[in-house]
């Protein structure tokens, strides 16, 4: 039968009709079935040796078409959709995206679990099947406001298992419920994505927004990702949590060594857990005590445990180290606690000269998650080259003394395939007429290069990001009500919204052009600068800097003398589905964090890779994309991360020496409290974010804010000699294999996991 004649008998057995004729719903009902029957026909990956890979958040994404395209029949099914005078792209409205992830920790996760099932290599993802994920964000009075994000109501890809673990807390257990998503390689065999309910889990509890009794673990604890730990209640929940997920996690992987025949002993030769992040820390001391429940003694089993487990580090910032009060652990986890001391007490011992610098549990009775993971596990990544070798020379630097040969680079990848044939088919199909489709397969695009200098050829990459650009502007006008024009310069600034990040600098920026332009200084395009992000509900700053933002879209978008020249945009509720219509279209990728703060970044991966310019720090993975590319096809300005760790270091930084040593600064800082923002917004918020310009800045915004100004400028100038930017997107593209996903899990796999792959 054709994919046609099997979705027409789907349809014929729900009796909804002709593909002609059936509700949209019904459609996307037909082609989950018909997708689901064919993965399931797919062999599992399994082997002598499998990768847990467990992490906190898998940011999985719409999953119809990226299945489509693995299992090598999306053009069939658009086919026999277009005969039918359907699209693919109406169809995919009615699927739910999975509410299982936020930021990049979430992305490069649910990116390495596609790799590894194209590569053959026998690797599930472990964690937490949230019933409303971080939350959905609305835009009520120009401010964040949070609601749950409903997505397991509707027909997807989740299915009950039937398996259940029990998860011992001190006055009770909960019963985990095992749930899975399959997860397909392109080409290849299957994986899954096996996440962790609380079968006493009730949304009802849920009231005024996202707020809910945060001490009834029995009903919260799989409700929201990274619930709000601002007070001692929400910090306990957090630990509920996380121990929820790896003692669940822990207890799976035992039953399935078991399953196959081998001894608690030998789980090092049978499993790898990647603890991604410091979330799933308490896995540690949770696999050692149920190994001690098989009758192992703690020093074998910690023996045992340390050469299965390894951690990837996704982090510089010391906030984001998780460190629980010890309080906090003996409320929640005190069956624990004896044996974190006792990892803690060997620590100490082995090094009592460095005990301090190096302690599991300081001086304040905190345990620190990152450091138990160091000690007691086999492996210690980072996941951009600057990243590590800041890990290794000052964040982690005791730690890289005693332990050398743990210490490794991962620099981070994408899933090309998805940000190429799913998101951009226009690229992908133009990429494909230059150099064949061997890049769906090994990500080469090195041979993009010859054709720099081909007129056509560049023609032809400006006529697909027009097109693109085409495509975005009306579905802005569709989802958010703004227009916006397609002939403008699309400045694309989409990640987690946080102080490193910098979006207040790029605020400030908007600021200077509007000031610019009401003083009749016209730029030479019009320029359109849209903004994604979500803030965490706790917040404030953060919360406050999506405020100002979307007070200066309504002040500029509405000023009849300026948005013919600059528009501001900030897309609600960004995720996935944002992120595939945002990122074809971009122009210019804004990647400007505090040098030395971000680890590596994933989203200036997928940006260079569909044609955008990087404007960027020396920060993270952009070092490696300007090695890549060279200095003259990427925008770079702002202080160097030696710099950085030296002002920190010395208490070199002021912000108020710039706000008063430079009357530009300062005229930019005082607008974000102008009669023209006050009169829109909410003096106290605005009020807060000027507060810390002038009085904090923590992240040194206006320490590169001029250069900033000024390189940004110079790339709008660049952006009018179409042919030269065509070449340098073209460069870009060209050099974006290097940050495949496939590369970095085949470096994981060659020097960490050892996973013997499966033949498809």
């Not at 409205?93 to 509410?99: D, K, L, N, S, V």
């Not at 400006?462 to 502007?473: G, P, Q």
């Not at 917040?539 to 501001?568: E, F, M, R």
Request: glycine content about 8%.
């Amino acid at each position: 039968m054709t994919i046609s004649e099997k979705l027409q008998a789907i349809l014929d057995e729900a009796g909804a009709g002709t593909i002609e004729q059936a509700e949209g719903r019904a459609l996307y009902e037909a082609l989950l079935r018909l997708t689901a029957g064919l993965l399931d026909g797919r062999p599992r990956l399994r082997g002598e040796k499998r990768l847990y890979y467990v992490s906190a958040e898998f940011l999985i994404g719409k999953l119809l078409s990226n299945n489509l395209i693995n299992l090598g029949i999306r053009g069939e099914v658009e086919e026999a959709l277009r005969k039918a005078g359907r699209s693919l792209a109406e169809i995919e409205e009615y699927e739910p995206e999975p509410a299982l992830g936020n930021g990049g920790l979430g992305r490069l996760a649910a990116c390495y679990l596609d790799s590894a099932a194209t590569l053959g290599l026998p690797c599930d993802g472990v964690g937490l099947c949230y019933h409303y994920g971080l939350f959905r964000q609305r835009f009520e009075e120009l401010k964040q406001r949070e609601y749950p994000d409903v997505w397991r109501d509707r027909p997807g890809w989740l299915r009950e298992t039937g398996v259940r673990f029990s998860v011992p807390f001190p006055d009770f257990s909960l019963e985990a419920v095992l749930y899975e998503l399959p997860v397909s390689g392109y080409g290849g065999g299957c994986g899954a994505l096996r996440l962790f309910d609380a079968a006493t889990a009730d949304g009802s509890i849920v009231k005024d927004g996202i707020g809910f009794d945060k001490a009834d673990i029995a009903r919260n604890i799989t409700l929201f990702l990274y619930p709000d730990d601002s007070d001692e209640a929400g910090r306990l929940l957090r630990v509920y949590q996380q121990y929820f997920m790896v003692s669940a996690a822990a207890q799976l992987i035992l039953k399935e060594l078991k399953d196959a025949g081998y001894s608690p002993e030998s789980l090092p030769a049978h499993a790898v857990i990647q603890i991604n992040d410091t979330h799933p820390s308490l896995i540690i001391p949770e696999l050692i005590r149920l190994l001690m429940t098989e009758g192992m003694e703690i020093g074998d089993a910690i023996e045992v445990v340390s050469e299965t487990c390894a951690y990837t580090n996704h982090t510089i910032l010391a906030e984001a180290l998780e460190k629980w009060p010890v309080d906090s652990l003996e409320k929640a986890v005190p069956h624990l606690m004896p044996i974190i001391r006792e990892l803690d007490a060997r620590v100490q011992a082995a090094s009592p000269e460095i005990a301090g610098k190096i302690a599991i549990i300081d001086g304040n009775d905190l345990v620190h998650m990152a450091r138990m993971d160091i000690h007691y596990g086999f492996s210690v990544n980072g996941v951009a080259a600057l990243h590590t070798r800041i890990l290794e020379e000052t964040e982690l630097a005791d730690f890289y003394a005693l332990y050398p040969e743990k210490f490794n680079n991962k620099t981070n990848g994408i899933t090309f395939r998805r940000w190429l044939m799913q998101a951009n088919p226009r690229l992908s199909d133009f990429i494909t007429g230059l150099i064949g489709d061997g890049w769906k397969r090994d990500g080469n695009f090195e041979k993009l290069a010859d054709f720099a200098e081909d007129r056509a050829v560049l023609e032809r990459l400006l006529a697909v990001k027009a097109e693109n650009k085409r495509e975005l502007a009306v579905y802005l006008a569709e989802k958010a009500g703004v227009e916006v024009s397609p002939d403008s310069i699309y400045d694309i600034q989409i990640k987690r919204m946080h102080q490193y990040k910098r979006q207040q600098m790029n605020a400030l920026w908007v600021i200077w052009k509007y000031l610019e332009i009401k003083a009749g200084r016209l730029p030479k395009r019009p320029v359109t600068v849209l903004f994604g992000a979500k803030a965490a509900p706790a917040y404030t700053l953060a919360k406050d800097t999506i405020h100002l933002i979307l007070c200066l879209q309504k002040l500029i978008n509405g000023d009849p003398d300026v948005s013919p020249w600059l528009k501001v945009v900030m897309v609600e509720n960004y995720n996935v589905t944002w992120a595939e219509k945002l990122i074809p279209a971009c122009d210019i990728s804004e990647q400007i964090s505090l040098a030395s703060k971000e680890a590596s970044g994933t989203g200036n991966m997928k940006f260079m890779l569909n044609g955008a310019v990087t404007l960027g720090t020396l920060d993270g993975a952009n070092v490696e994309i300007s090695e890549l590319v060279g200095e003259e096809n990427i925008f770079l300005f702002g202080k160097k991360s030696e710099e950085v760790i030296r002002l920190y270091a010395t208490e070199g930084y002021r912000s108020a020496d710039f706000y008063d040593g430079d009357p530009e600064i300062e005229r930019l800082v005082d607008f974000v409290i102008s009669k023209q923002l006050i009169r829109i917004g909410d003096p106290e918020n605005l009020a807060r974010v000027y507060k810390d310009l002038v009085c904090k800045d923590w992240f040194m915004t206006l320490l590169d804010l001029r250069e900033y100004i000024e390189v940004k400028e110079r790339m709008l100038d660049a952006y009018e000699d179409r042919l030269h930017w065509a070449k340098m997107a073209l460069l870009n593209i060209a050099h974006a294999g290097f940050f495949s996903s496939d590369r970095a899990v085949a470096q994981y796999n060659e020097e960490i996991w050892h996973l013997t792959p499966q033949k498809l």
